[in-house]
């Protein structure tokens, strides 16, 4: 065979190959994605990623082993819940996320809490050990049971593992990883599907639950390929707003779990906190008598958190006012400002309008519309919302208020944090359990929402 044979071209993105280089993939779109590399030949792949081999068994004769029984916990209890009551054994986590998001910092964390009790290997193929020990320091982690490499080679981590026998491993990034005995570079599809694949087959052996770190491209899918999505058993995935201190931990994928749920920490000095009260925080700082200042009522996951909606209204000489949202879908802003134009009669045409949601939450969900809505009329209109008042309700096209999911527990967070009134979708009204002492303003458009704040106390 010669070498011309062996020549793929891979789209980075999803894996697909091509004998010629392409701009554009046939299949999933992206522009610019092939690279060469080089066929990896049959007999270095695995044909079964798993390894995972059975008899038949009728379902009744399975008995229930021990293994997914028993949950190990970090004690960080944000990422405990995250993963549905804490780690399996043989279990493949991905944590993804964008350059110095705080990956590394989440890992060794992990990896301190897990190694006071058991075995850790960290494998940093960004990192020397001084670095590392240098994070660890300021993270205050200094377990005996916690072991430390720089290494990229795989055969090398695989012999680091037998030395150290680990319970639980973790690799700091898998784009760092590579095989000798494929041509391709580290970071290629190839390199990181079959890494990611020998680690893998280890994991569900020995068992040993494995972290695997990766980083994400701007448009925030994982840098290289999907395939790993499928791989592991977990795919976690840490954001945040840029500048920001708050970091979401959100759970895409998750074998041994629900996915609802997220965890919030804040970045300190001495690592990632964990944030219990996240509405306390968000609407901390929520300043009083200021208008174009509103509160609303999102779900994360199966949570309510309150965020403070903010936006500034001001005459432009420029030809196109600017519109400038953060944290919020785009799209939806624009319709909302439409909306108020057209149905209300606002006049923004010539108005620069900013909007921001504090703390650097993104959110897309529709419940927020009203408060947009009523933060943008509170700006342009100048008068303070009263800071008692919570807003939820989506918006339609026709300027009505359509009715929201889980509103009982919006209201009950509403009450918690101490609001005293709370404008709602009139269609959410038949929804709502009873024990509420919080005051109810049912209203069916945009213009009475508005209307009863402005006349509200
Ligand atoms: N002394 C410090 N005090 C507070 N925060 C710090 C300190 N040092 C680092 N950080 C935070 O830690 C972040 C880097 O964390 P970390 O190295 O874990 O990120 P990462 O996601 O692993 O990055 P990379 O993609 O480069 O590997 C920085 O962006 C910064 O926010
Ligand atoms: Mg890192
Ligand atoms: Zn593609």
Known sequence: MNKKDKTLFVCQECGYESTKWLGKCPDCGKWNTFVEEHKVPASKTRPHITNFSSEVKKISEITETQIHKNRYKTNINEFDNLLGGGLVDGQMILIGGEPGIGKSTLLLQIAGRLSSQFNCLYVSGEESLEQLKMRAQRLKINNGQLFLVSETLLSEIVNRVNEVKPKFLFIDSIQTMYRDDIESA????????????????????????????????????????????????????????????????????????????????????????????????????????????????????VRPILLEVQSLVSSTPLPVPRRQFSGLDYNRAVIIIAVLEKRLGLRLANQDIF??????????????????????????????????????????????????????????????????KCIIPKANLKGINGKLKIKIVPVETVFDAIESIKNAK
Not at 196 to 223: D, N, Q, R, Y
Not at 357 to 376: H, N, R, Y
């Open 355 to 420: 909007i921001n949601i504090v703390g650097g939450i993104k959110t897309k969900e529709p419940s927020c519309d009203l408060s947009v809505a009523c933060a943008i009329a509170s700006a342009v209109g100048n008068f303070v919302v009263s800071s008692k008042i919570g807003i939820i309700g989506e918006v339609g096209l026709t300027g009505e208020v359509r009715a929201v999911t889980h509103i009982s527990q919006r209201l009950t967070e509403f009450e918690k944090l101490g609001f005293e």
């Open 186 to 301: 580290p970071g290629t599809v190839s390199q990181v599907r079959e890494t990611t694949a020998e680690l893998l087959s280890i994991s569900k052996s020995i068992p040993l639950t494995t972290f695997l770190c990766g980083h994400v491209t701007k448009e925030g899918t994982l840098a290289g390929p999907r395939i790993l999505e499928h791989i592991v058993d977990t795919v976690l995935y840490f954001s945040s707003e840029q500048h920001h201190t708050y970091r979401l931990l959100r759970c895409f994928k998750n074998r041994f779990g629900a996915t609802s749920e997220i965890g919030i920490f804040e970045m300190q000095e001495e690592g990632l906190k964990e944030v219990k009260n996240p509405s306390e925080i968000f609407i901390g700082e929520k300043p009083k008598n200021v208008s174009g200042s509103v509160t609303t009522c999102i779900i994360e996951g």
